[in-house]
């Protein structure tokens, strides 16, 4: 006697499936997209997901098939199928239980740029008195450690954190420090520009293993337009930096970010040249946030969310023929995206939390004391908006500031699953609430989700990786290997 079953013994007995939690969305004219708890997915047309809800799909057809696989029906008294859903859903909450990790530290709001895009409303060099002190800097640390997680990121921002080197280097020592007691996972990242990097600095980010995170916004007439220096000589400036941070911390120890102006629109391609000339293996194409400066010079408004999916699509259409073409190179956007698609896991990116990632994923202390519940909670206070300001390491606890009702209210009211329309609509599980996106523009936690560009730029996203997934095998080749990295 055979140890195993025939086929016929898998096989449904009759149709009397029964429907497992799921939403759904026109997706196209031609069908709409269902997804389910833990983001499995499915295009199917109108007729199948009419026969779907009706319970009179054929048991034999391969979409029957495809719906038990990823969960979205199940059979009657049949266990393993919610027994599924749940171990995946631990999975991707799972961070959760691990709770703050990245931790912003603004040593100083002094830069030595003056980007007029810059989110932060940074301060000239001269002005010491936006420098964080030893003081500020102790009490931190003691909330860091406080932080249940296992590992810890402290990463070190501005202004240009460089021109407060000496805080840095206290600071990165005295958590060491008290990690030999502690023993978490601890990384530092330095976020900077280059222009400061020198011999003593790259030795010492070489001793304690620090990381470098700076900035390149494309081409040299490009990026020195968008971060002007008084000798116009950023570019120049970064190139002589990163060939300097290199050869001595190694190529995967630095990493680069941009920021999409006016001027980048029509250049996309020469932008993502630029990345390959100097030898990155990707690049973020970020939009402008709403926060500081970028507000007040207008430079936020100099372009709508549907011009910068145009730059965006581009972009993408590009990096994805390289790859054809055999050069190896990501979009890193799509690849948190897809991560989400197409794995259990969660990325990490706090703007595509739910739960929202402020203060449970990443805090900020700011040079005045001042705690936010994350970076861009610190641009909207520079603005004079302080709905995300808990309170200031100097005279509150871990307590006050963790358990504030600052915090739990916004964590609470941007829930996208019991949050009105996100709750029904099908890429939640793709997406994040974004409370401060929507405060500085809503004045709300939630937002009007008809009239937000959040959403209308994710579900643009959402849809356009879906759709380049579903008409060619090659490119969801392509995009498994981002999402797995």
């Known amino acids: 006697m055979s140890k195993f079953k025939g086929l016929e013994s898998y096989a449904a007995e009759d149709s009397a499936y029964e429907l497992l939690p799921f939403k759904f969305d026109r997706f196209n004219d031609e069908s709409y997209i269902i997804t389910n708890i833990v ?207 290199r050869a001595r911390l190694g190529y995967d120890q630095i990493s680069a970010l941009m920021t999409t102006t006016e001027l980048s629109l029509d250049k996309v391609k020469e932008i993502i040249d630029e990345y390959l ?74 703007d595509l939390m739910s739960p929202a990632g402020i203060g449970i994923a990443a805090i900020v202390f700011n040079y005045d004391g001042k705690v936010y519940a994350s970076d861009e909670s610190r641009m909207l206070a520079e603005m004079g908006d302080r709905t995300f300001e808990l309170g200031n390491i100097l005279s509150d606890s871990y307590e006050d500031i963790i358990l504030s009702d600052k915090l739990l209210d916004a964590l609470e009211e941007s829930f996208t699953l019991s949050a009105p329309m996100c709750s029904e609509c099908a890429f939640e599980p793709y997406c994040g609430s974004e409370p401060v996106y929507h405060h500085a523009i809503h004045k709300d936690f939630l937002g009007r989700k008809p009239e937000s560009e959040f959403c209308k730029k994710n579900m643009s996203i959402f849809k356009h990786l879906i759709s380049l997934m579903e008409s060619s095998s090659d490119t969801k080749k392509l995009f498994l290997g981002w999402a797995n990295r």
Request: aromatic content about 10%; hydrophobic content about 35%.
């Open 39 to 245: 983001g499995e997915y499915l295009l199917i047309e109108h007729e199948d997901l009419e026969a779907l809800v009706h319970r009179k799909l054929d048991v034999t057809s391969r979409l029957y098939c495809q719906l038990r696989s990823k969960h979205f029906i199940r059979l009657p008294k049949e266990k393993s199928p919610i027994e599924l859903l749940a171990l995946k859903l631990r999975t991707k909450l799972s961070r959760l239980s691990q709770f703050t990790n990245l931790h912003i530290f603004v040593v100083t709001l002094r830069c030595d740029h003056s980007c007029p895009y810059c989110q932060v409303s940074r301060q000239s060099e001269d002005k010491s008195s936006f420098d964080m002190t030893r003081d500020m800097a102790d009490k931190s640390l003691d909330f860091v450690f406080r932080s249940p997680s296992p590992a810890i990121k402290i990463e070190f921002q501005g202004g240009e954190p460089l021109l407060n080197f000496e805080l840095i280097k206290y600071i990165v020592e005295s958590a060491e420090s008290r990690n030999r007691v502690a023993a978490r996972d601890l990384a530092f990242v330095i976020a900077t520009t280059l222009s400061l990097i020198n011999d003593e600095i790259l030795d010492f980010c070489k001793l304690h293993k620090i990381q470098i995170s700076t900035s390149l916004d494309g081409p040299e007439a490009l990026h020195n337009s968008n971060r002007p220096k008084p000798n116009k000589d950023s570019h120049q400036r970064f190139v002589a930096g990163l060939e300097k941070a």
């Open 277 to 350: 000339r100097l030898g990155f293996k990707g690049v973020f194409l970020r939009p402008l946030s709403p926060y500081g400066f970028a507000i007040k010079t207008k430079r936020f408004m100099a372009y709508n969310t549907e011009r910068w999916l145009q730059f965006y699509k581009s972009g993408l259409d590009y990096i994805i023929e390289l790859n054809r073409n055999g050069v190896e190179f990501s979009e890193y956007y799509s690849s948190l995206i897809l991560k989400k698609i197409l794995s259990a896991q969660e990325s990490g990116y706090v």
